[in-house]
C-alpha cells in the first residue's frame, strides 16, 4: 500500500510544476504586444552622420588628436595682476556640426586666485568675447560645422590679491576640457 501511494504524489507535483511553467509561458510571451506598433510620419527628414572633434595647440588644427598639451612656460612664473594666453584649434572632421562647450577640472575651478576664460579667435585678434569657465561646460562660440576648423583664445588671470605668503609657489596643473555638443538648428 505505501508504494501505491508513493505513486499519486509524484504525480500532483509533476503537474504542479507542468502548470507553473505553462503560466511562466504565458506572462511572459503575451507581453510582447505592449512594446510593438508603428504609426506613419510625414514629412520629416532622418539623417545620420559622425561626430568627431579634434584639437591642438596654436593656430593649426589637428586631424586626429583628441588631447593636447599646452607648453608649461606659457603660464610659469606668473605675477599677481597678469594675464596669459594661449590659441588652441578644434577641429569638426566629423559630417555633423557641433558646439563647443568648455570648463576646468573642479579642483582648479575652486582656486580663489586663478580664473580662466575661453573666447572664439586666435588669441591676437578674438572674434567674440570671453567666456569665464568653472567646473560647468559652458558654450563658447557658434556651431562647428562640418570638415572645419576654429581657432580659441584660452586666457587665465592671476589674480592681484594673491597672498604674499604664496610668492614663489606653483599652482598645480589645470585642465581644460571641451565638450563636443551636436548642433541642432
Same mark, same amino acid.
Given at each position: 500500500?505505501?508504494?501505491?501511494?508513493?505513486?499519486?504524489?509524484?504525480?500532483?507535483?509533476?503537474?504542479?510544476?507542468?502548470?507553473?511553467?505553462?503560466?511562466?509561458?504565458?506572462?511572459?510571451?503575451?507581453?510582447?504586444?505592449?512594446?510593438?506598433?508603428?504609426?506613419?510620419?510625414?514629412?520629416?527628414?532622418?539623417?545620420?552622420?559622425?561626430?568627431?572633434?579634434?584639437?591642438?595647440?596654436?593656430?593649426?588644427?589637428?586631424?586626429?588628436?583628441?588631447?593636447?598639451?599646452?607648453?608649461?612656460?606659457?603660464?610659469?612664473?606668473?605675477? #599677481?595682476?597678469?594675464?596669459?594666453?594661449?590659441?588652441?584649434?578644434?577641429?569638426?572632421?566629423?559630417?555633423?556640426?557641433?558646439?563647443?562647450?568648455?570648463?576646468?577640472?573642479?579642483?582648479?575651478?575652486?582656486?580663489?586666485?586663478?580664473?580662466?576664460?575661453?573666447? #572664439?579667435?586666435?588669441?591676437?585678434?578674438?572674434?567674440?568675447?570671453?567666456?569665464?569657465?568653472?567646473?560647468?561646460?559652458?558654450?563658447?562660440?557658434? #556651431?562647428?560645422?562640418?570638415?572645419?576648423?576654429?581657432?580659441?583664445?584660452?586666457?587665465?588671470?592671476?589674480?592681484?590679491?594673491?597672498?604674499?605668503?604664496?610668492?614663489?609657489?606653483?599652482?598645480?596643473?589645470?585642465?581644460?576640457?571641451?565638450?563636443?555638443?551636436?548642433?541642432? #538648428?
Amino acid at each position: 500500500m505505501r508504494a501505491h501511494k508513493a505513486a499519486r504524489s509524484a504525480l500532483p507535483l509533476a503537474v504542479l510544476i507542468a502548470s507553473l511553467a505553462l503560466v511562466a509561458g504565458l506572462s511572459v510571451g503575451g507581453s510582447y504586444a505592449l512594446w510593438n506598433g508603428d504609426a506613419p510620419i510625414s514629412g520629416t527628414q532622418i539623417r545620420s552622420g559622425t561626430l568627431t572633434a579634434t584639437v591642438a595647440v596654436g593656430d593649426t588644427g589637428s586631424p586626429t588628436a583628441t588631447s593636447a598639451a599646452f607648453d608649461p612656460a606659457a603660464f610659469d612664473g606668473m605675477l #599677481p595682476g597678469e594675464t596669459r594666453s594661449a590659441t588652441l584649434t578644434v577641429g569638426n572632421v566629423g559630417t555633423t556640426p557641433f558646439a563647443v562647450a568648455a570648463f576646468v577640472d573642479a579642483a582648479s575651478a575652486a582656486n580663489p586666485y586663478v580664473s580662466w576664460a575661453l573666447a #572664439p579667435g586666435a588669441c591676437a585678434a578674438p572674434a567674440g568675447a570671453a567666456v569665464p569657465l568653472g567646473s560647468t561646460p559652458q558654450n563658447v562660440g557658434g #556651431p562647428l560645422t562640418a570638415s572645419t576648423f576654429a581657432s580659441f583664445c584660452l586666457t587665465v588671470d592671476l589674480n592681484p590679491d594673491v597672498p604674499a605668503a604664496a610668492a614663489g609657489t606653483t599652482i598645480a596643473d589645470f585642465t581644460l576640457l571641451l565638450d563636443a555638443n551636436q548642433y541642432r #538648428p
